[in-house]
């Protein structure tokens, strides 16, 4: 079955840095395009990005965008997310998603907390 585990979450002090892994198995990640999306407490599910399946084409959130870093190894079947200079605002669940005509899979996610 498709399975998507998150890692990598954690505590992490504003301006550093922290990267979360995803590990897809039960599918052909090659072939799907993937996400990320986080929920902050108090808010709703926010976007992040998106990358292709080759990994050529890739979308951000305006709130991200210089500082995320999405990307993807095929042969490891594995989605990243690099986070440098991370805010205190941006603390919460981070989720890696399947993307086919919507999110047809999530992970359980990641928590991470940014502060000092």
């Known amino acids: 079955q498709v399975q998507l585990v998150e890692s990598g979450g954690g505590l992490v002090q504003p301006g550093g840095s922290l990267r979360l892994s995803c590990a897809a198995s039960?599918?052909?990640?090659?072939?799907?395009?993937m996400s990320w999306v986080r929920q902050v407490p108090g808010k709703g599910l926010e976007w992040l990005s998106d990358?292709?399946?080759?990994?050529?084409?890739?979308y951000y959130a305006d709130s991200v965008k210089g500082r995320f870093t999405i990307s993807r190894d095929n042969a490891k079947n594995t989605l990243y997310l690099q986070m440098n200079n991370p805010k205190p605002e941006e603390t919460g669940l981070y989720y890696c998603?399947?993307?086919?005509?919507?999110?047809?899979?999530w992970g359980q996610g990641a928590q991470v907390t940014v502060s000092s």
């Open positions: 990358i292709n399946s080759g990994g050529s084409s890739i």
């Open positions: 039960g599918f052909t990640f090659s072939s799907y395009y």
């Open positions: 998603a399947r993307l086919k005509r919507g999110y047809d899979y």
